[in-house]
Every structure is written in structure tokens, then in C-alpha cells.
């Protein structure tokens, strides 16, 4: 069995439908619909909820989600989000007092199907785990659980049956309502056996509802980069995060560069990295050549004002910093013009073989070219050159 995570629209359908409950969201896909036709489905008159629909936890507090939006709105925000995400789910915003949030998962185990639930749903039903409460299911205790749960009997049946005969192998509402009796889906995330897709009752998900991540349309420039990867002996990759940010990534070795990005976080400046990637393996000049130009293509494409690349790693091992910093400035040599005129300043921080060559000739190259810039080895720490970072982007 392997599980994949469904959309939240067609959960939502599909438990909906079962409880014989009318359901009025509204599914949007970039790769398949058209931003006009959506817009003659919206109403100038009530306000909506627009999120990503790719199995994402925590939209809100991501930026990946809108509340109590106008029509035009949820346009707006489909079109700001569509070059990173492509599956989008609307629905019409419902008010209701905070407090009657409430939380339920289903998850299906070697013992049963899992039950958790709690009186107090919402963001932050985390930090109130001692609230949450587990026991597993059987239909001779559906009346104790839904009593529990302060759900009608009945529409807890409905809801096993709806996981049982979809192949379902978990099922969070997270928060759920109960109004006049009827249960309200606010949020919903489900993941399924992707091995019952053949032996589905009808109206059931399809491949085409399973969902992930991130785009599944990548960029020329993260293209490029898995194409130079699969060729080599070395280490690429390349995700695109913000393609309008102020930060590019130009690093080297998993570990440090992971830490060099968990920083630009923790000082609140992760939405402003336009790309995660590294390499690594000591890359010849000529793919190094090939990444330099990905990431440079990324960062001149973005629309920010203010612009910075980092050119960045730990203490390499083996991997010749003279080569690669070679490679890097014979990938920048075509973009001198267009790095000048949209003012990108450079910051670098590296060690390794050959280090002291390789910085001072990144650095004449800077000077030269009349390019600012801040060069360092190893001596400064990579929380310190982080800080110096966004103190020069704020």
C-alpha cells in the first residue's frame, strides 16, 4: 500500500455527498482552467475562503490561504501564487464563533481505524494536545464515539463508510463545526491507497486528485538543472521558492547550505529566498558554469527591487574552490551588464582547498567589474554572514 494525499476538494466532495449535504466550493487547477472561466463563478456579492489545494499543512499561517476575500481577491491571489502552486480550492467564507472549532482525524492502522478528537480544532490544536483524545473505532461503539465527538450517529457512520469504500487511510477535519446537526468541513486533508484506484465505487478519486507539494511545472532554469545533475558525477538541484524575492542561492554542500538557508528563516527572512539549491562533488568548470547561469537567470528575472546573491557553503572537503569560483565568474561574465544595472550586491563565504586563491580572485573580479560586494573564508561564522545579509536587505 502507498499512500498519496488527495485534494482537499475531493474529500470534501465525497464526504459531502455521502452525508447528502449540498457542498458549494469550487476547484481550480492553473494546468487544466481558465482564470475567466473562474471569475464568471464568483459572486460580487458574498466573500470567499481561496487556498491551495496540494496537501500543504498550516496555509494560513504560510501565506497559502485568504479569508473573508472579494471575487476579484481570490483572482489576485490564484494569479500571484499560480508560478509556484496550481491546484487552488474556493469556498464561500462561513462566520461562526472561533470557540465551536473542533478537531477529528481518522487514521487507518494495523489495529483499526484510529480515532483522534478534540472539543478545541484550529491552527493551534497542536499546543493543545493534552485536549486531544484517542480511541480506536468499531460500530459497536459508533454511538459513544459520536456522543464524544458531539456528531448525530448517523453522520459518523456516514463518514466510516465514506473512508472505508474510498480506500481511505487517514482523514483529518481540522477545524470541523456541528450546525443545526449538520457537519461543516472547514478544512479536510486525506491520503489514500493509490493501489485501489481500479477497484473504486463510482464517483470515487481518480490519479487525477492526487496532489503534491509544489508546482509539478518546473522552471526552464530548475529544467536545466535536473538535466545537468542526471549527466553528472557531481551534485545539482534547484527549487524555485519565491521567484519575485530579493535573495538568490548560489551554494555548495548539502549540509552547509541547508543551514545557510535555515538561518535566512529564523531571522524571518525565508520568503524572501528566491531559490533553495546546492552542489556538490566537486563539479567540473564547465557544469559549473551551467548552474551559475540557472541561478543568475532566476534571480535577474525577479521583479524585486532590491537584490542580493550569495555565493556560499562550509568547508569543502575536496572540492577545489579556486575551480569553482572559476566556473562561477565565467558563468556571470555574459550577465555583467544586467548585474550592474539591477544593482545585485554579493556576498560570499567559502573554505576549502585552494580557498585563499579562490576568494582574493572572486574578489579582484567584483572590484574590477565594479560590483559590490563582501568576501569572506571560514573565519566568519555562517550565522554572523546571514546577519549581514539581511541587515543589508532591510
Same mark, same amino acid.
Given at each position: 500500500?502507498?499512500?498519496?494525499?488527495?485534494?482537499?476538494?475531493?474529500?470534501?466532495?465525497?464526504?459531502?455527498?455521502?452525508?447528502?449535504?449540498?457542498?458549494?466550493?469550487?476547484?481550480?487547477?492553473?494546468?487544466?482552467?481558465?482564470?475567466?472561466?473562474?471569475?464568471?463563478?464568483?459572486?460580487?456579492?458574498?466573500?470567499?475562503?481561496?487556498?491551495?489545494?496540494?496537501?500543504?499543512?498550516?496555509?494560513?499561517? +504560510?501565506?497559502?490561504?485568504?479569508?473573508?476575500?472579494?471575487?476579484?481577491?481570490? *483572482?489576485?491571489?490564484?494569479?500571484?501564487?499560480?508560478?509556484?502552486?496550481? !491546484?487552488?480550492?474556493?469556498?464561500?467564507?462561513?462566520?461562526?464563533?472561533?470557540?465551536?472549532?473542533?478537531?477529528?482525524?481518522?487514521?487507518?492502522?494495523?489495529?483499526?481505524?484510529?480515532?483522534?478528537?478534540?472539543?478545541?480544532?484550529?491552527?493551534?490544536?497542536?499546543?493543545?494536545?493534552?485536549?486531544?483524545?484517542?480511541?480506536?473505532?468499531?460500530?459497536?461503539?459508533?454511538?459513544?464515539?459520536?456522543?464524544?465527538?458531539?456528531?448525530?450517529?448517523?453522520?459518523?457512520?456516514?463518514?466510516?463508510?465514506?473512508?472505508?469504500?474510498?480506500?481511505?487511510?487517514?482523514?483529518?477535519?481540522?477545524?470541523?463545526?456541528?450546525?443545526?446537526?449538520?457537519?461543516?468541513?472547514?478544512?479536510?486533508?486525506?491520503?489514500?491507497?493509490?493501489?485501489?484506484?481500479?477497484?473504486?465505487?463510482?464517483?470515487?478519486?481518480?490519479?487525477?486528485?492526487?496532489?503534491?507539494?509544489?508546482?509539478?511545472?518546473?522552471?526552464?532554469?530548475?529544467?536545466?538543472?535536473?538535466?545537468?545533475?542526471?549527466? +553528472?558525477?557531481?551534485?545539482?538541484?534547484?527549487?524555485?521558492?519565491?521567484?519575485? =524575492?530579493?535573495?538568490?542561492?548560489?551554494?555548495?554542500?548539502? =549540509?552547509? !547550505?541547508?543551514?545557510?538557508?535555515?538561518?535566512?528563516?529564523?531571522?524571518?527572512?525565508?520568503?524572501q529566498l528566491v531559490n533553495y539549491g546546492e552542489y556538490s562533488g566537486n563539479p567540473s568548470r564547465q557544469e559549473t558554469i551551467i548552474y551559475t547561469k540557472a541561478v543568475f537567470s532566476l534571480l535577474?528575472?525577479?521583479?524585486?527591487?532590491?537584490?542580493?546573491?550569495?555565493?556560499?557553503?562550509?568547508?569543502?572537503?575536496?572540492?577545489?574552490?579556486?575551480?569553482?569560483?572559476?566556473?562561477?565568474?565565467?558563468?556571470?561574465?555574459?550577465?555583467?551588464?544586467? *548585474?550592474?544595472?539591477?544593482?545585485?550586491?554579493?556576498?560570499?563565504?567559502?573554505?576549502?582547498?585552494?580557498?585563499?586563491?579562490?576568494?582574493?580572485? *572572486?574578489?579582484?573580479?567584483?572590484?574590477?567589474?565594479?560590483?559590490?560586494?563582501?568576501?569572506?573564508?571560514?573565519?566568519? !561564522?555562517?550565522?554572523?554572514?546571514?546577519?549581514?545579509?539581511?541587515?543589508?536587505?532591510?
Amino acid at each position: 500500500m502507498a499512500r498519496k494525499k488527495i485534494t482537499e476538494y475531493k474529500t470534501k466532495v465525497l464526504l459531502y455527498r455521502q452525508l447528502r449535504e449540498d457542498y458549494y466550493g469550487l476547484s481550480f487547477n492553473t494546468l487544466h482552467n481558465s482564470i475567466n472561466k473562474l471569475r464568471s463563478q464568483l459572486s460580487k456579492n458574498i466573500t470567499y475562503v481561496v487556498k491551495v489545494d496540494q496537501g500543504i499543512k498550516k496555509r494560513l499561517k +504560510s501565506g497559502l490561504m485568504r479569508v473573508k476575500v472579494t471575487n476579484e481577491d481570490v *483572482i489576485k491571489f490564484i494569479q500571484d501564487k499560480k508560478n509556484q502552486y496550481y !491546484s487552488f480550492i474556493i469556498e464561500p467564507y462561513l462566520d461562526y464563533p472561533k470557540d465551536n472549532e473542533r478537531y477529528l482525524s481518522l487514521n487507518l492502522e494495523e489495529n483499526g481505524i484510529n480515532v483522534l478528537f478534540s472539543s478545541r480544532g484550529g491552527v493551534d490544536v497542536e499546543q493543545n494536545s493534552t485536549g486531544v483524545h484517542k480511541l480506536i473505532y468499531d460500530e459497536k461503539n459508533n454511538d459513544d464515539i459520536s456522543k464524544k465527538l458531539k456528531v448525530p450517529a448517523s453522520r459518523l457512520e456516514s463518514m466510516m463508510k465514506v473512508f472505508k469504500e474510498n480506500n481511505f487511510c487517514f482523514l483529518e477535519c481540522n477545524p470541523y463545526i456541528v450546525k443545526d446537526s449538520k457537519i461543516i468541513f472547514l478544512d479536510a486533508a486525506c491520503e489514500v491507497d493509490d493501489t485501489a484506484v481500479l477497484n473504486l465505487p463510482s464517483g470515487s478519486w481518480q490519479e487525477d486528485d492526487f496532489v503534491y507539494g509544489q508546482n509539478i511545472l518546473k522552471t526552464e532554469e530548475e529544467n536545466i538543472v535536473t538535466k545537468l545533475s542526471q549527466s +553528472s558525477l557531481s551534485s545539482f538541484n534547484l527549487s524555485v521558492l519565491n521567484p519575485n =524575492g530579493s535573495i538568490g542561492l548560489l551554494l555548495s554542500g548539502g =549540509g552547509a !547550505s541547508l543551514v545557510i538557508a535555515d538561518e535566512f528563516y529564523n531571522l524571518g527572512m525565508g520568503g524572501q529566498l528566491v531559490n533553495y539549491g546546492e552542489y556538490s562533488g566537486n563539479p567540473s568548470r564547465q557544469e559549473t558554469i551551467i548552474y551559475t547561469k540557472a541561478v543568475f537567470s532566476l534571480l535577474l528575472k525577479s521583479k524585486s527591487s532590491k537584490k542580493i546573491m550569495v555565493i556560499g557553503g562550509g568547508v569543502a572537503n575536496f572540492t577545489d574552490i579556486l575551480a569553482t569560483f572559476t566556473g562561477i565568474i565565467d558563468g556571470m561574465k555574459g550577465r555583467i551588464d544586467d *548585474i550592474k544595472k539591477q544593482k545585485i550586491m554579493f556576498f560570499v563565504r567559502r573554505g576549502g582547498p585552494n580557498q585563499e586563491a579562490g576568494l582574493a580572485m *572572486i574578489k579582484s573580479f567584483f572590484d574590477e567589474s565594479q560590483i559590490p560586494n563582501q568576501v569572506s573564508g571560514p573565519q566568519l !561564522s555562517i550565522s554572523q554572514f546571514v546577519e549581514n545579509i539581511v541587515w543589508e536587505i532591510k
